[in-house]
């Protein structure tokens, strides 16, 4: 539709005419604000942490551990120089010499998901899984941010997320996987 | 002569002003559009209804 729109565009005499052929599906796969008349399906996106620390596959564990303990977190996720995740750091790999580099210890390829799924259904697998933790990523595997299960759960029962963030733990500003 | 462009040239072209023209249905266009954007569906898009946007500043489709 949009490359007809754009010919007829050039045809009116516009000089500058651009196509965003990817569309609104991509706009909103990558978390971006959007107007209009919103569905009431909750979005990953309405529940994704954006401050989640990261590394580089060639850094040394040891900066890492720092850094991501410093921010209140027990794992990191790892990504190359586009900012597309290659991996993910979980606790355990802490227990390893902090002198290795991240890429010989971190679990390479973690699941992701988009932006734009529904939320509830996610959720529901995630609870079947038992899985704490999501990576959201852009269709073109752009880091956007993590999606904690319980964050999800407290959004989909009207409860803001950063009350989890909160009551998680005990301890403000701090968060723990479940 | 048209250009395709992605997501990052999009924000690039928002920054320098571009204007943005949703042309899908009026249906789809209120169900969430890119911010700012103006919906101006493919089969209502003639010289009259882009009559009032500027022919000299960069106009993106989707």
Known sequence: MSPRAACRLEAFGFEQVYDYTPGIADWKAAGLPIEGETSETQLVSDATRPDVPTASPDELLGAVLDRTTDAGWDEALVIDCDGVVVGRLRSAAWEQN????????????????????????????????????????????????????????????????????????????????? | MVTNIDRYALLSLLDQGAVVLDVLPESEYGSGHIPGALNIPLRGLDAEAVAGLHRDKPVVVY
Do not use: F
């Open chain 1, 98 to 178: 902090r002198g290795l580099r991240v890429e010989e210890v971190m679990e390479p390829g973690p699941t992701t998901v988009r932006a734009n799924a529904a939320l509830g259904p996610l959720v529901e697998r995630m609870e079947k899984r038992g899985t704490a933790l999501v990576t959201v990523t852009t269709p073109q595997g752009v880091l956007i941010g993590v999606l904690l299960r319980t964050d999800a759960q407290q959004l989909l029962t009207g409860e803001s997320p950063e009350q989890i963030w909160i009551d998680c733990d005990g301890c403000p500003g701090r968060w723990k996987a479940r």
